[in-house]
């Protein structure tokens, strides 16, 4: 495990392998038999997230995965399927990217000015599918993702705050330290304004990442370049590749990463986002699944059982 910078009130300071390690242990004791038997395993990598976004607060992170797992196990996101959400995909005003940053790292476009339906929570539905999806879909040797938001057809009525709180929320508040960055791509001026609002429900941290590119100009849009392989960048973000989205391919994707997603579960109950080892061996072509357990595999049938012996607090009602 490599050491983290952490940043406290008397400044930056630097936790060792044994420090990090202690703390990951405080947190295992802290949840209890949980972390080895809910249909979620918790690796030392996911802990470690929950602890880097609490700045290394054993309580606060522990609080922060317990809520994540009584989430998870409420909503069941890695059993969303394409027919559960097809019909918000229908104008491509979010999806999975076929090309990765520089980085790794998986790419989610989204476009609020193509909005087509008024349910909020199809909504999250539909961009908890596309995350848990980006996730699969990341490189081996990363954990983040990029969000490309393109405000082509964005109006003031594409604005709905419920919407922007909520997934401000379940960005932050169950995929912490997932978001590498945020690239809003020709943001209108009004933007400014709504960018005030939603100010309040962003973490410092997250609004730390959000960067804002101009295609008119030359110095921010050099930044695209820095990030993306030009030849494989939409070009309706300044890159060479002049391929679209289309819907009936993008289904066709989806149903195969359907596939794998639902392989894994029969396989153990696991999720993509709780067992990082689940990785695309070929995310740009939707390659296959390499998989290793760091915990024994849990049978969906065990769910009842796990929340039984799970501390009350943590337990549904």
Known sequence: MSSKKVRGSAGEKTLSPEEQEAKINEIRKLIGPAT????????????????RAR???????????KDT?????????????????????????????????????????????????????????????CIENALMNLNPDQEEMVWLIDFQGWTMSSISMRVTRETANILQDHYPERLGLTIL??????????????????ETKTYQKVKFVYSNDAVSQ????????????E????????????????????????????????????????????????????????SSHENPPVSCKDVPKIEADMPKEMQKG
């Not at 700045?55 to 995965?65: P, S």
């Not at 050099?222 to 494989?232: G, Q, S, V």
Request: charged share 25%; aromatic share 12%.
């Open 55 to 65: 700045n290394w607060n054993t309580k606060k992170a522990t609080k922060m995965l």
């Open 69 to 129: 797992i009584k989430w998870r196990m409420e909503h069941k996101p890695e059993k969303i399927r394409w027919e559960d959400i097809a019909q918000e995909a229908e104008t491509g005003k979010i999806y999975r990217a076929n090309y990765h940053d520089k980085q790794g790292r998986t790419v989610l476009v989204m476009r609020p000015g193509f909005q087509n339906t008024n349910s909020t929570k199809a909504q999250i539905k539909y961009l908890v599918y």
């Open 235 to 290: 070009s309706s973000f300044g890159g060479r590749n002049s391929t679209g989205f289309n819907y009936e391919t993008y289904a066709k994707q989806m149903m195969e990463d359907d596939n794998k997603m639902a392989n894994l579960i029969d396989s153990g109950c696991s999720s993509l986002h709780f067992q990082p080892s689940f990785v695309a061996s070929e995310a740009s072509d939707g390659g296959g699944i390499a």
């Open 222 to 233: 050099k930044k695209m370049e820095e990030l993306f392989d030009m030849d494989t960048l």
């Open 36 to 51: 080895s038997k809910v249909p979620v395993p918790c690796s030392d990598d996911i802990i470690s997230r929950y602890l």
């Open 185 to 202: 791509y020709n943001p209108p001026k009004i933007f400014e304004s709504f960018g005030t609002m939603v100010r309040p429900f962003l």
